[in-house]
């Protein structure tokens, strides 16, 4: 893979021209992107990042991923205008397990170097910390927009936020990194990453920042906060039906960032989200896998018909509350989402519309509930 490869699609790398001399080092370069385990689920967001790492391992160069147990403690303040909540130990345990999996989806198991920052985080003690504090000021730290925009606006910035930045940096010092990769809005973590290592007499990393992909809505970031995410290990008829949604202005830049050897969208836009969302399928789980998941699409909402295998859940007897329902069995993101759901008929009981908020249970009894196009379970009383 040429030097032109390896930096294509990055929107940033600093300081210019050092990856070039890097890059002719008879050394393989050690090649590091830190993912924080705040969720249980990667997304094709994730996968740019990743990706970009692959082709790093594809040419030789020591793929490190950090797996940021402790950093995930903190939360990373990045874009963020108000301090995230602190997952409990066992939350995080829980979802970096599933991180690993997930992300040999893209990259070789055999050729991937996987490394927490408990390593050293969890036995760190005020010494090692005071000189990790000592290599940054608050200035430096304030500066960044995030930070800067927050006091500007009065909203808190907890000393716990300050400390992230500096974490993320250490990791790279534990682990000699020449190069780390991450989102646009990394880059000043990258940056104080260099800042740090030199600090510790370290050669300071090349900072490459890839682009952010979009939302299935479109309009933010692709997050599962916001419920507008497509994740790896969904099954590929989810996968497909997501890929479906996405507004039609977003279709260049998903085939740019998630497929760069295709032939961008030149077709219909309908034939070209066909495309994409095969390739996707495909991606994930292998030949077939693409042209499987359209046919049930097709027999889904052309022939509005219900899948063959729907799930099933049991409710007691006696009131069933729907939006309750609707979050727990179907996954709709909130119990707000799914009133809205029932005041616009977006739900249904065996094709007939509901829209109250409770329903007696015998009346759902061995029947499918639909919420939106394409999420169904059948309800059994016990």
Not at 126 to 135: G, I, K, V
Request: net charge negative.
């Amino acid at each position: 893979m040429s030097t032109n490869d390896l930096q294509a699609r990055a929107v940033d790398i600093q300081p210019p021209g050092e990856i070039e001399k890097r890059l002719l080092e008879s050394t393989p370069l050690r090649v590091k992107l830190g993912v924080d385990p705040t969720a249980p689920d990667i997304h094709l967001g994730h996968a740019i990042v990743l990706g970009k790492l692959r082709e790093f391992q594809d040419a030789g160069h020591t793929a490190v991923l950090i797996i940021g147990d402790w950093t995930a403690r903190v939360g990373d303040p990045s874009g963020r205008s108000s301090t995230r909540p602190m997952l409990s130990a066992d939350e995080i345990e829980a979802n970096a397990t599933t991180y690993q999996e997930q992300a040999f989806r893209i990259l070789d198991p055999d050729r991937t170097e996987i490394r927490r920052n408990g390593e050293w985080f969890a036995t760190m003690g005020l010494e090692p910390l005071f000189r990790l504090a000592a290599s940054t000021t608050v200035n430096q730290l304030l500066r960044r927009r995030d930070f800067a925009e927050r006091i500007d606006s009065d909203r808190p910035i907890s000393v716990l936020e300050l400390l992230y930045p500096l974490m993320q940096a250490y990791d790279s010092v534990m682990l000699k990194a020449d190069v780390e990769i991450g989102g646009t809005d990394q880059l000043f973590n990258l940056m104080l990453g260099r800042e740090v290592q030199q600090a510790y007499g370290q050669r300071a990393q090349v900072a490459m920042t890839m682009p952010i992909l979009p939302g299935t809505d479109g309009v933010r970031r692709m997050s599962k906060s916001t419920g507008n995410y497509i994740g790896v290990t969904e099954p590929p008829e989810e996968q497909f039906g997501k890929v479906m949604s996405v507004p039609d202005p977003q279709m260049e830049e998903f085939f740019r960032l998630l497929f760069p050897q295709e032939p961008g969208p030149s077709g219909h836009p309908g034939d070209e989200k066909r495309r994409l969302g095969r390739l996707v399928a495909q991606r994930f789980h292998g030949p077939g896998a693409g042209e499987a998941a359209e046919a049930h699409f097709d027999r889904l909402f052309k022939d509005r018909a219900a899948p063959d295998e729907v799930p099933e859940i049991t409710v007691a007897a006696g009131a069933v509350h729907i939006p309750a329902l609707l979050v727990d069995a179907l996954g709709v993101a909130s119990r707000s989402e799914a009133r809205r759901m029932l005041t616009q008929g977006g739900v249904s009981v065996d094709g007939e519309v509901l829209g109250d908020l409770d329903v007696d249970a015998s009346a759902l009894d061995g029947r499918i509930v639909r919420a939106g196009k394409k999420r169904f379970v059948r309800v059994r009383v016990s």
